[in-house]
């Protein structure tokens, strides 16, 4: 089999080559869905491209997987420009990233699983490398050459975080032959990103290598009133490098590195003034106030004046892969070690005044193995087993305060922990084992199952500490484990060589965690932990392709069961926890169609209906804002827009000689979202429009651009949490140091745009 790999690789590349994507965050070495793209199967130019994937440990086409997976080629890529995961969101029906406090808060969304609390419901991967922090949900998409999006629980094979789904970034592979590559592109607001890598062998045929590196900059869209200058500026430099040798022919190995640098700017977040709800949650007299935001959030231009904050992330990311065909069987072995070091600076009262600010330090090590064997893919039976081992070692200082004479102030007026010093440390080690057996059980009609069997271990130590009071709250030490199985079947047909039906079952399993905060010891000792999350997703779908290739359409339908999931509540004595209280049906169908009615000409379009529901969620945080009718069941949650769609038309044809001319136009429809659990505060409806065009000749290419061009002004996102401006205000007038005004439990907090930009970008390969 290691001499099929070399021959289906890029110029004799092994299909187990890692070069890390861009931009990437600390990993595990975890396998995820993995994809590489054959070509056409005529040279009429009118047969739409064949997309091989490895979901299922193996190479099939991607229409004849019984699963629900949108994949981008490297040329995808290319051609739509795209930088991050948004904009592959925005052209997959039923994804949605929801950017809360901008990128550092990166929510996935699929099929309308939401979460907003602790570990994602979306794992992301980087050559099947589990990627563990949500910082790798806003790196730059470089150096990739395909990615997968798969829908549904991967919880079977890949484990983590797969509870709706898993992201999978492919890297290029090193090249038999010498070859090199750069990129330049200048736009708008002072962009300038440079880019280049080389490849080449070492020993032709048995050693290659490949190294590069990225510079993206940018100086902010919107202005900071309070220094005059850009906001939200963006900085970003990455080097990386990849070693693979086959030792013999059935025998290779992979060894990657690769370093990340960002210095970003702060986000562009205001406060929007509640409206609704007038009440005094306070045990005492005091002014009553709004306590809600009802309506459209606005999607602010200016008015942004802080203090200047910072992301400094660092990311070293390291991974060993082994290779090895043993008569009819391969052994894989993947081990990874990865290094994060991460600090945010925020002035989170987000007001030209010194009232608050909040500073983050994490510094996180990961260690993983996975081995795995499996059969070789010819017979009626195929079968893989595996065993994965992970450890996590993480700690993060979240030092949260009023700064100045409000640290005083609020102390004197409202007590001790108005300010906090957060210290937790966590430990997390996980052991699994997994498998896959298929069974063709006539020629049209195949049966599978897949399962895995994880024993987690969790220990954390926490100490919070008031640095204005100079007090602390006792440590809070405890250890939980956790066991699981999760199994996946499926079950699918072929009418024909080009139309399959499957259905398909998955459990998902998340495991619980620890409610840490200890502020003003209000949690109770049995309120310290919550317990896994687990749901049933089932699928019926269809994949067709029709007038010999030249149009697939791919459709399915949906019903996920979600219970004991984890939703905010008050505890018995008032204090925020995380609990098992809520329970969710999302249901649905997606459509995905791609044509070629004329050579030179695709186009593409997908559409996503979500109903994702609250079946039952007593929200009593409401409380807190007078709201006594706390049931939220029928609710639609939040950043789960019910209509999504999207459409490409592009069109390359010869202009003269060797020359070539593209055009392509990008379209993206998103339904409003609910901003806050009781659905009151919603993100507008939103149109994106982006165009490309530009000149090819052979490996080179000059493409000017222009993103959202309408300049769609809707804000981006919205979430509610603590305004400290008007936590101050309320303590100055009940000091008698300004006027009285009422103590306000939440506000709702909005994530602008980005606006209108452009630019031009030259490409060559050599």
């Known amino acids: 089999m290691m001499t099929k790999r070399r021959k289906h690789g890029r110029n004799g590349a092994c299909l187990w080559a890692m070069a890390l994507s861009l931009g990437s965050a600390a990993a595990t070495a975890q396998e995820a869905p993995q994809t590489t793209q054959q070509s056409g199967r005529s040279s009429d130019g009118r047969v739409l491209e064949e997309i091989i994937v490895t979901t299922r440990k193996r190479e099939e086409s991607l229409q004849d997987v019984p699963m629900a997976i949108t994949a981008f080629t490297e040329k995808d890529l290319e051609d739509a420009g795209i930088e991050r995961i948004e904009d592959i969101a925005l052209l997959t029906p039923g994804f949605n990233m929801a950017p809360l406090f901008g990128g550092s808060g990166q929510t ?76 330049g592109t200048l736009g708008s607001d002072e962009r300038r990103d440079f880019k280049g890598s080389i490849s080449g062998p070492l020993i032709r045929d048995k050693v290659f290598f490949s190294a590069g590196a990225v510079h993206h900059e940018r100086d902010g869209y919107f202005k900071n009133d309070l220094t005059g200058s850009g906001l939200d500026s963006r900085n970003t430099e990455v080097y990386h490098g990849t070693l693979e040798a086959f030792l013999t022919d059935t025998f290779g190995i992979t060894a990657r590195i690769a370093f990340e640098n960002t210095n970003d700017g702060d986000e562009p977040l205001q406060f929007v003034t509640n409206n609704a709800q007038l009440f005094n949650p306070l045990p005492f007299p005091a002014p009553p106030t709004n306590q809600l935001f009802v309506g459209k959030m606005p999607g602010f231009e200016s008015g942004f004046a802080v203090t200047p904050g910072e992301t400094d992330r660092e990311n070293l990311t390291t991974s060993f892969t082994m290779d090895w065909d043993v008569g009819p069987y391969t052994l894989t072995a993947i081990t990874g070690f990865n290094s994060l070091d991460l600090h945010t600076a925020i002035d989170d009262d987000y007001q030209a005044r010194q009232i608050h600010f909040e500073t983050t330090d994490v510094d996180q090590e990961e260690f993983s193995q996975e081995i795995r064997l499996s059969s070789s893919g010819d017979g009626r039976f195929r079968w893989m087993l595996g065993g994965y081992y992970y450890h996590l070692d993480a700690d993060t200082r979240i030092d949260d305060r009023f700064v100045g004479d409000a640290g005083p102030l609020m102390l004197a007026v409202l007590g001790p922990f ?26 049209a009609l195949t049966f599978s199952f897949a399962g895995r069997y994880t024993h987690e271990e969790k220990d954390v130590t926490a100490v919070d500490t008031d640095p204005i009071a100079g007090i602390s709250n006792p440590p809070f030490v405890d250890s939980l484990s956790f066991d699981n199985f999760t199994p996946r079947l499926s079950l699918d047909y072929h009418l024909t060589d080009e139309n399959l039906l499957y259905f398909s079952a998955a459990r998902a399993v998340k495991v619980g965690g620890f409610n840490v905060v200890t502020a003003a010891g209000q949690i109770l000792p049995e309120e310290r932990s919550f317990d896994p999350e687990r749901s049933w997703h089932y699928e019926l779908g269809s994949k067709t392709s029709w007038f010999g290739g030249r149009l697939t359409a791919n459709l399915n339908g949906f019903l996920i069961k979600w219970n004991d999931q984890i939703v905010r509540a008050l505890g018995q004595t008032f204090a925020v926890l995380n609990i098992n209280a809520g329970k969710t049906t999302s249901k649905g169908i997606e459509l995905e169609v791609a044509a070629r009615p004329l050579p030179g000409l695709d186009i593409r379009g997908g559409f996503a209906y979500t109903d994702a529901e609250y079946d039952d969620f007593d929200f009593t945080t409401l409380l807190l804002a007078g709201i006594t009718d706390t049931q939220l069941a029928g609710t639609q949650l939040q950043y789960a827009p019910s209509y999504m769609a999207n459409g490409t038309v592009q069109y390359r044809r010869p202009l003269m000689g060797e020359i070539d001319i593209m055009g392509r136009a990008d379209i993206a429809y998103q339904s409003k979202q609910n901003a806050v659990q009781t659905g009151d505060a919603f993100t507008a409806d939103a149109i994106l429009l982006n165009l490309r065009a530009g000149f090819e000749m052979g490996q080179h290419a000059l493409i000017f651009w222009v993103d959202n061009l309408t300049d769609e002004e809707s804000a981006a996102n919205g979430v509610f949490i603590t305004n400290p401006g008007r936590r101050f205000d309320f303590a100055a007038g009940a000091a008698g140091l300004g006027p009285a005004t009422g103590f306000e439990a939440f506000g709702g907090l909005a994530l602008s745009r980005a606006p209108r930009s452009w630019g031009v970008t030259l490409r060559s390969r050599f």
């Open 108 to 183: 996935p969304v699929i099929r309308g699983m939401m979460t907003t609390i602790g570990e994602p419901n979306v794992g992301f991967f980087v050559d099947g490398v589990y990627q563990s922090s949500r910082a790798t949900m806003e790196a730059l998409i470089e150096n990739v050459a395909r990615v997968e999006i798969a829908k549904g629980p991967q919880s079977a094979l890949y484990g983590r975080n797969t509870f709706g789904g898993a992201v999978n970034y492919i890297t290029k592979d090193p090249s038999n032959n010498f070859e090199g590559f750069f990129e």
């Open 418 to 443: 108005q300010s906090l010093i957060s210290d937790t440390e966590e430990e997390t080690d996980s052991i699994a084992a997994f498998g896959q057996v298929d069974l063709d059980i006539t020629s």
